[in-house]
């Protein structure tokens, strides 16, 4: 290769490059029937992809036929209906389904190189001939279980020891079941003994071990791992072994550095493997959803000349390091050439990788100009290999990827090779007036370590010592009758004294509330909503606080805590920006000589009763919505959490101080107490104008029968129970149903009211969910929820318990268990999780809110008579469907009875302003919490009609 003085070197490298691969051609062989009808229809090509995706779950060829029109309909190109009417007929149908299969399986092999070891041997021998080298990669997606897992470690022991010289790329999320940030420390050491072991018999056998990347959220654990692991005295000069840069992260410069650092401090070189990163899509849509800082570069062109920054660090570096460039960018790669030969770098210390399947001619270049050429070889089932196909699709032709641009799009091979170029900053049209909270990351060791601290702080403070009073016209009150909480995961653990009120205080409450409450309406919606936005600083400042206070009084696991004090904060800033809209402006038609005003005036004094489940922001969002609407409140906490509602309240009524006014403290009132006493009493008080409450529907019932019969009628509000089911149909991606399902029915030990109580599966995949469920299973240990890793903690107290065990016990007598292991820890009010299946058609399990952690299992025939199942109780909270026909999904939405339907994915965790929550039938009474109608509940209107005519003469 020569220069010349005009054209940068990596120019001309790259039209060398694109000269021997002589005419632009297809990077895959486009006779395949999906590729060429994905590359003329963008959106087709995304549905046939889906397609695809759900291709291994169809057993019947009726179901291919179905599935696919489904998805052709779906796009821009209407011929589903053709394809399905024509395959209809018998004949037809069965040579439509070979088509189907033999086309993607053809699409498969294009990129896997065998289904077994002995055709990725056959294909390895292949490359060999052409002077290729290769790394194995097996594939396999979501691991669930230990089953699984022992699987994939025993395959890859296999070809460690069954290859001569083998080099494998390694996942280590295949190593353990369910590894996920939330599970990091206690999977740690088992992943640690299996990577040792691997690299054990890599020295043993002369092979090379490479640890592939994969999600964001795993990144700063594959490092620690493999850099602790690499660092043991055995491992220290062993130099067959790999690890991945992707050079779209943000941080991955830093990762390098610390790379290169730890580099330095061994004898072995390690290979470092560049590559641009295959999972944008998701980690984009991953921050966002969270409200967290993007971890990947936004802008193509960023990661691209990113990618030639990192290149030349590391061939800065390569005494310590062995560079793999693996990219299928011909600029990118042409770059890397161009450093090489200014550094004189022998084509012995680097290489070059490149994916099976893409790019033939150019891999040829390399293996027959003397360089060492790497193909990432997949090699598995074919259908099953699917997803990662998709994957590898949907990447390579992505709108900027290079061989889209190049060999579809036909771009000139100029503008190709231009240094990558960012493009403009896109600026936010519109300036966001509401965003979620962000959680904190707990996917990085610094915060796991300051949370822990946090938590441990908090810990520290509390005692019998530590005295909650009750809040009354702005006093703090100490009263005769009190009780202990105590910590539900440790009996023990006493965390406050807790004062009861009585009914003098509740009197004294309701009056002060009275007196202020016009003068607070008056004082007009700016300053109301106002005091709420300040309150939602001081609660960010005090997160940490909340949070620890919720695991310890509530037994919350550490995500489930910080996303209710982010629900809290959203809460908090939502209504004071719809009160703003709202509350401000006219609405009704005028004439001339007909003056007509809507007003919104307050209802009054509110009484908010508040469950313990969600003892922070479901207590604060109804307190807040009625005080920003010009309510006085009282509030009646649950027993069970009277601790986190006081510290809340207090931070409450700090700023309606320090924003109103010192006058205004009596705006709102503690009261706690017993539900049959102080509840009742507040109640049916005649002043107390409207009732905000949220709990079980037996409680929600009564008082509403009270406010009906009341006298002025009282406005009443109700968010109650659920029984909530989750329907599985049969072209469920089962990777995410089973997780899914586990988490709605387990999460926080089945107390939240959107948990899933029964799970509905079509006859078709019945018994693999059901084996592949149990299995999974093992994994949720219900433990003290102190540590970050426990999935699932206590319930909340000992008629909880002692309830959940009734059910338990008709579930023994009732049906048939699938899972249940009775817990030994005495500890807490610990209760393992129990499924059950065949349950008698009266059983009160299909019928009851249990309110802990058992699920029932129940087989449909079809889809009909899940929708029916489903349906067949009296509340209409929340649903969930796992399916993948758009066919179904249309279906279920309109069929299913419930205010919150969710598709793929779990049924709890809504989010204010994204998913408004409130259900159907004996569910709720009101519009939804945390959405725009919400807050019309606690105002009255007025309406002023002034005939303005004097005289003939219309003022106006
Ligand atoms: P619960 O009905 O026992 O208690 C709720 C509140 O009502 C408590 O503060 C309690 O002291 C009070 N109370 C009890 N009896 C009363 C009475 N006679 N008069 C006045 N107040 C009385 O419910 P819980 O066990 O605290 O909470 C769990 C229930 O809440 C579940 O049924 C769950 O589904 C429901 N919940 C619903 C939602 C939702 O948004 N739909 C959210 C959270 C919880």
């Given at each position: 290769m020569q220069g010349s003085p005009e054209t940068p070197r990596e120019i001309e490298i790259g039209r060398e490059l694109f000269a021997y691969i002589k005419k632009k051609q297809s990077f895959f062989d486009l006779k395949n029937l999906f590729l060429k009808a994905s590359t003329f229809d963008q959106k087709l090509q995304t549905q046939l992809f889906k397609f695809v995706d759900v291709l291994p779950n169809l057993k019947k060829k009726e179901s291919i036929v179905k599935i696919l029109s489904e998805y052709i309909d779906e796009s821009n190109f209407k011929a589903g209906f053709l394809v399905n009417s024509f395959s209809k007929l018998p004949i037809i149908s069965d040579v439509f389904k070979s088509l189907v299969i033999s086309s993607v399986s053809g699409l498969a092999r294009i990129f896997i190189c065998g289904r077994n070891v002995e055709e990725a041997l056959t294909t390895i021998g292949e490359l060999k001939k052409k002077k290729q080298e290769y790394t194995l990669d097996l594939l396999g997606e979501v691991v669930l279980t230990q089953g699984e897992s022992n699987y994939y470690y025993n395959r890859y022991r296999e070809l460690l020891k069954g290859i001569d010289g083998a080099n494998i790329s390694v996942k280590l999320?295949?190593?353990?079941?369910?590894?996920?940030p939330n599970n990091f420390d206690a999977k740690k050491e088992v992943l640690k003994e299996r990577l040792r072991r691997l690299y054990r018999l890599a020295q043993k056998n002369n092979a090379t071990v490479n640890v592939d990347s994969e999600h964001y959220s795993w990144h700063e654990f594959i490092f620690t791992i493999v850099k602790e692991v690499l660092s043991e005295t055995e491992f220290k000069?062993?130099?067959?072994v790999g690890i991945v840069v992707q050079?779209?992260?943000?941080e991955s410069e830093k990762d390098l550095d610390q790379w290169i650092a730890w580099a330095k401090t061994r004898k072995g070189k390690i290979t470092v493997r560049l590559v641009k990163g295959a999972y944008w899509d998701y980690e984009h849509a991953h921050a966002l959803q969270k409200g967290w800082e993007v971890p990947v570069f936004e802008d193509k062109a960023l990661t691209d000349a990113n990618y030639e920054k990192l290149t030349e660090k590391i061939l800065g570096n390569i005494k310590f390091l062995r560079p793999a460039f693996a990219s299928h960018n011909i600029r990118s790669l042409a770059y890397a050439l161009k450093i090489i030969e200014e550094k004189k770098i022998s084509k012995d210390d680097f290489e070059i990788q490149m994916l099976y399947g893409m790019l033939d001619n150019l891999k040829s270049y390399f293996s027959e100009n003397g360089y060492c050429l790497r193909v990432y070889l997949p090699y598995g089932k074919l259908l099953p290999g699917m997803s990662y196909l998709v994957r590898r699709l949907l990447e390579n032709t992505a709108n900027d990827s290079f061989l889209k641009q190049g060999f579809?799009?036909?771009?000139s091979q100029d503008d190709l090779l231009q240094a990558p170029m960012a493009k403009a900053v896109r600026e936010s049209a519109i300036e966001e007036k509401f965003t979620n909270s962000a959680d904190l990351n707990f996917e990085t060791q610094a915060m796991r370590d300051k949370f822990k601290a946090a938590l441990l702080e908090t810990k520290k403070k509390l005692s019998e010592e530590k005295l909650c009073p009750l809040l009354v016209n702005g006093k703090k009150k100490c009263t005769k009758e009190s009780f202990i909480a105590v910590n539900p995961a440790n009996k023990e653990e006493k965390l406050a004294t807790i004062f009861k009120a009585s009914i003098e205080e509740c009197e004294l409450a309701i009056a002060g509330a009275q007196e202020i409450q016009e003068k607070w309406f008056a004082l007009g919606v700016e300053k109301r909503s106002k005091v709420l936005t300040e309150t939602a600083k001081d609660f960010e400042e005090k997160r940490t606080y909340f949070n620890s206070i919720l695991i310890l009084e509530s037994g919350k696991a550490w995500h489930e805590a910080d996303g209710e004090t982010s629900e809290a904060i959203d809460f908090l800033n939502y209504y004071a920006n719809q009160a703003l809209e709202l509350f401000g402006e006219n609405k009704l038609r005028s004439f001339p000589g007909e003056k007509n005003r809507n007003l919104y005036q307050a209802l009054g004094v509110s009484l908010v009763i508040s469950p313990w489940n969600f003892p922070l922001a479901i207590m604060l969002g109804m307190t807040v919505a009625s005080l920003v609407s010009g309510n006085a409140v009282l509030i009646k906490p649950s027993t069970q959490t009277c601790l986190i509602a006081y510290e809340a309240l207090s931070i409450l009524l700090e700023n309606i101080r320090k924003i109103a006014g010192k006058e205004y403290e009596a705006l709102i009132s503690l009261l706690p107490g017993s539900g049959s006493v102080i509840g009742e009493y507040l109640t049916h008080h005649e002043k107390v104008r409207c009732i905000a409450f949220t709990g079980s529907n037996a409680t929600g019932m009564r008082i509403n029968e009270a406010a009906t019969k009341a006298r002025p009628v009282k406005r009443f509000i109700a968010e109650m129970g659920g029984k909530n089911p989750i329907i599985v149909e049969k072209t469920a991606d089962l990777d995410e149903a089973i997780p899914g399902v586990i988490y709605s029915a387990f999460g926080f030990s089945g107390q939240k009211c959107s948990a899933c109580s029964r799970v509905i599966i079509e006859a078709e995949v019945y018994d693999e969910f059901k084996q592949r469920m149990i299995k999974a299973m093992d994994l949720v240990k219900p433990g003290d929820?102190?540590?970050?890793?426990?999935?699932t903690g206590p319930v909340i107290d000992q008629n909880a318990y002692d309830n959940v065990h009734k059910y338990i016990d008709l579930a023994l007598k009732e049906g048939k268990i699938v899972y249940y292991k009775e817990s030994q820890n005495k500890q807490g009010f610990f209760v393992n999780p129990l499924i059950v299946e065949n349950l008698i058609d009266e059983s009160r399990i299909t019928k009851e809110e249990i309110f802990g952690p058992v699920l029932a299992m129940y087989k449909a025939e079809n889809l009909d008579e899940a929708i029916a199942l489903a349906n067949d109780t009296e509340f209409g909270l929340t649903a969930g469907l796992y399916s993948r026909s758009p066919e179904v999904i249309k279906k279920v939405t309109k069929d299913i009875q419930v205010g919150n339907f969710y598709i793929n994915r779990p049924c709890t965790g809504a989010v204010v302003s994204r998913q408004a929550f409130g259900g159907h039938k004996n569910s709720s009474i009101g519009f939804k919490a945390g959405g725009p109608n919400y807050l019309l509940q606690f105002v009255q209107e007025k309406t002023i009609t002034e005939n303005t005519m004097r005289r003939g003469f219309a003022d106006d």
């Open positions: 999320t295949a190593l353990v079941p369910q590894v996920n000069d062993f130099d067959r050079a779209y992260l943000k579809i799009d036909k771009k929820p102190e540590s970050f890793e426990v999935y």
